[in-house]
Each structure stands twice: as structure tokens, then as C-alpha cells.
């Protein structure tokens, strides 16, 4: 990593070499606004060493969205996203409804399956 990141409060680690991946990055630091500058976005293409070296997967962070806090913490899939959406006012209700017990493995389930299939479909996996 770099070290731009060291005064943000949370690094974004997300796929820059899928084309909805970075529709959905520059949609949220809109969203955002000022909100979203604390945020480090870092690509994982090509970086697997670095994955590594910070004790993540290459293969699970390319298959699920990965947010690392400012104390260090690890939040994936849909606990990344909600965190995320929690931080934007207009998302704030859907990260709620997206983390009821009934929602959330379903739209885990959606997530994964869709994402599984863009990967296969680019020939990444």
C-alpha cells in the first residue's frame, strides 16, 4: 500500500479492472461528497503481493468487496457495503434493509453468484 492511506479512514479494496466495479466507485464518492474523503481506494489488480503481505486472500478480496477500518479491521461482502452505505445519507435506509436477517443472505447469495459469473465470464477464474 502507500502511503497516501495512512490519514484515511477507510481503505476501499476493489477491483479496477471490472468495468461495473469502477461505475459503482465513482457513483459513491458522488454520493459521498465530502463524506467519501476519508476513503482510500485501492485497486487490487495485479497487487497480489501486497494482498498478501497485509494477510488477505488475492482470490476471496477479487470475490468479495474488502473494507478495511482505521483501527485495522477486515469487513467483507455485505458488512462492507453496508458500512459503506451507512456513511452516505441517501443509502442509509438501504444499508439498514440490506442487513435484516431474511435480506441478507439472499442478496449474499445474489452477490456472490453474479459475481462468480462476471469473473468466469472474463475468463479470471
Avoid at 18 to 44: H, L, M, S, T, V
Avoid at 50 to 71: I, W
Amino acid at each position: 500500500m502507500d502511503s497516501k492511506q495512512s490519514h484515511h479512514k477507510l481503505v476501499v479494496f476493489y477491483d479496477g479492472s471490472c468495468e461495473g466495479c469502477i461505475k459503482d466507485r465513482a457513483n459513491y464518492e458522488r454520493w459521498a461528497g465530502d463524506g467519501g474523503q476519508d476513503i482510500y481506494w485501492f485497486d487490487i489488480t495485479d497487487r497480489e503481493e501486497v494482498l498478501l503481505s497485509l494477510g488477505l486472500d488475492p482470490g476471496k478480496v477479487m470475490r468479495e468487496l474488502h473494507v478495511q477500518t482505521e483501527d485495522g479491521k477486515i469487513l467483507t461482502e455485505i458488512d462492507a457495503y453496508i458500512l459503506l452505505m451507512q456513511r452516505v445519507p441517501r443509502l442509509k435506509l438501504l444499508a439498514w434493509f440490506i442487513g435484516l436477517p431474511i435480506i441478507r443472505p439472499c442478496l449474499s447469495w445474489l452477490y456472490r453468484t453474479w459475481v462468480e459469473k462476471r469473473l468466469r465470464r472474463q475468463g479470471r477464474i
